[in-house]
């Protein structure tokens, strides 16, 4: 993968935190929270002042997490045309969003896409990481 870092953070599984990151090209960004219970990771627009969540991705349930307690590492990388950007965990990728046909993937192809991107699923798809080509 061809790739721009973002940000990047250590993670321990169910203590909350935030990774926020903005690509320089445009009005896009992207953020990963772990809210205690949850893991998940939003495509950000900027342009849309109201609210700026496009879609949201289900990255992972605190409770189903073996080994949580080991810290991760978290990146938030970006294709180097700045309309794609995916989570990588330990370098391994989770999620993508496209920005351009307004797609996300997920491992967990949960939840169902926003109304925003109204695409037919989140499933993963390998094609996703031929984005950042």
């Known amino acids: ?66 080994d949580g307690h080991i810290p991760s590492e978290v990146k938030i990388v970006w294709a180097r045309d700045g309309t794609k950007t995916a989570l990588l965990i330990n370098g391994y990728p989770h999620a993508v969003f496209d920005f351009v046909t307004k797609r996300g993937f997920c491992r967990s192809d949960f939840p169902p896409p926003s109304s925003k991107w109204p695409q037919s699923s989140h499933e993963w798809d390998d094609v996703a990481l031929g984005l950042f080509d």
């Open 1 to 66: 993968m061809a790739v721009i870092l973002g940000a990047e953070g250590t993670l321990v599984v169910g203590h909350p935190m935030t990774i926020d990151s903005r690509t320089p090209y445009n009005e896009y960004g992207a953020c990963f929270e772990d809210d205690g219970d949850t893991g998940y990771f939003y495509a950000l627009d900027y342009r849309d002042k109201e609210n700026p969540i496009q879609d949201a991705l289900s990255i992972y349930d605190v409770k189903a997490v073996k």
